[in-house]
């Protein structure tokens, strides 16, 4: 049997499933027994209601069992905007098997606990004798994520304005995302990052903080006592690398640590 779960659910509010009751076995014609046609399909419904068929006590045993797994793993990584759909293959026929009267058993039989890698549970029921099925539930899951909103040089510090959230299948994703913006902005571009493509964490680099022939800051200190000079980098750096400065006083080249933007900092000798 092969059913397919599908449609965006909203994570912030109780997930429910409704089924119109089954047609076959009522009047096909009512003429004048209206009254008995609407009682007919008033009991339907209702016993419809009261009694789910087992199939969809698997349905809503999967959707629930998976929500939860999803939104467990969405707060562990602080993702936000998630939304999610699933695809489900059952192994066995369940439509010979009778409703459970009791919430159904899952049991995941997957090596792979992620929820974004395809699952294999085990429903059973405990009713009796009992019953089991198996179900094969792939998620998909949307998640806005950053991509570039302008063309990124080789090199550069990425502002804001160069960064716009869009929506993949993150279960598809193999590279690795940013979902908060935040955590690219003032990053360094490795390569040249094309307009619209995502930015993954194997193009970003530690920004830049003092590149060659800028005059910076040289920051001395000994024995508590500070002082601070005009000094040109004769390198690149990143936060904590070690550079050449030639301090532009005495023209004597240094090696000092880069400490932020533009401001380096060493030790009298």
Request: positive net charge; aromatic residues 4%; charged residues 20%.
């Amino acid at each position: 049997m092969f059913l397919i779960y599908k449609g965006f659910i909203d994570n912030s509010r109780p997930l429910s499933v409704v089924r119109f009751p089954h047609r076959r076995g009522l009047p096909s014609k009512c003429g004048s027994a209206f009254s008995a046609c609407a009682l007919l399909l008033l009991l339907a419904a209702t016993h419809a209601q009261a009694a789910p068929a087992a199939a969809e006590q698997i349905d809503q045993a999967i959707a629930t069992y998976m929500q939860q797994q999803l939104q467990a793993q969405a707060k562990r990584e602080a993702w936000k905007g998630m939304r999610h759909s699933l695809g489900t293959t059952l192994l066995n026929n369940a439509e010979h098997l009778a409703p459970c009267s009791q919430a159904l058993k899952v049991e995941r039989r997957s090596d792979d606990p992620s929820p974004l890698e395809r699952q294999r549970l085990e429903l059973s029921c405990a009713d009796g004798a009992g019953w089991q099925v198996l179900a094969l539930v792939q998620a998909s899951v949307q998640l806005p994520v950053a991509h570039a909103a302008t063309v990124i040089e080789r090199g550069q510090t990425i502002s804001a304005e160069q960064v716009q959230l869009q929506d993949i299948n993150i279960a598809r994703n193999v590279r690795g995302f940013y979902n908060d913006p935040q955590d690219v902005i003032g990053q360094g571009a490795k390569r040249r990052i094309r307009s619209g493509q995502l930015i993954a964490p194997n193009l970003l680099s530690e920004p830049l903080l003092v590149r060659r022939g800028q005059q910076v800051t040289i920051i001395a200190s000994q024995d508590g006592i500070s002082a601070s000079v005009s000094g040109e980098a004769l390198a690149n750096g990143r936060a904590a690398e070690v550079i050449r400065v030639r301090n532009l006083g005495s023209q004597k080249v240094i090696e000092a640590q880069v400490v932020e933007e533009g401001v380096v900092t060493s030790t009298f000798r």
